[in-house]
């Protein structure tokens, strides 16, 4: 008697097959991935709009002053009544610190209300809003236009 294989010869996929079968594991270990690393309802930091205020949490924190002022807009940038930049972010500082403590950026969440070239966003604290700011867009990138 004769030994046989009872394994049942694999099937090969076209190459063609193989790589979309491999792409849409790929898709799904990302997508997946993503599910569990956002947290469920939160706003969106990283939201355009938001981008100067979270410059502004961030400069204070560590007294970068060129990133301090590189978050407002040209009208305030060059008003004189603005001129004492480090006397700002010093101001900055200490309100943000009187505000919210020694804050992480993960504490916070922004909305946005406007349009393409400007609005207001209001800066959450823990889920509990505390105050908005106007913003505009120049060259492309939004900036505080209120101090």
Request: proline share 5%.
């Amino acid at each position: 008697m004769t030994e046989r294989s009872l394994e049942l010869p694999q099937r090969a996929l076209p190459r063609q097959e193989q790589i979309g079968h491999l792409y849409r594991r790929l898709l799904l270990v990302v997508v997946v991935s993503v599910a569990l690393c956002s947290p469920v309802g939160a706003q969106d930091t990283r939201a355009p709009e938001a981008a100067p205020l979270i410059t502004i949490l961030e400069a204070a924190k560590v007294a970068d002053l060129a990133a301090f002022r590189s978050a407002y807009s040209r009208r305030i940038r060059d008003d004189q009544g603005q001129a004492d930049w480090p006397k700002n972010l010093d101001e900055a500082r200490t309100n943000l610190t009187r505000m919210f403590g020694d804050y992480r950026l993960a504490d916070f969440g922004f909305a946005f209300a406007g349009g393409p070239e400007g609005g207001r966003v209001t800066l959450s604290h823990q889920g509990t809003p505390q105050f908005d700011l106007a913003v505009v867009k120049e060259d492309g990138r939004w900036k505080l236009d209120e101090r």
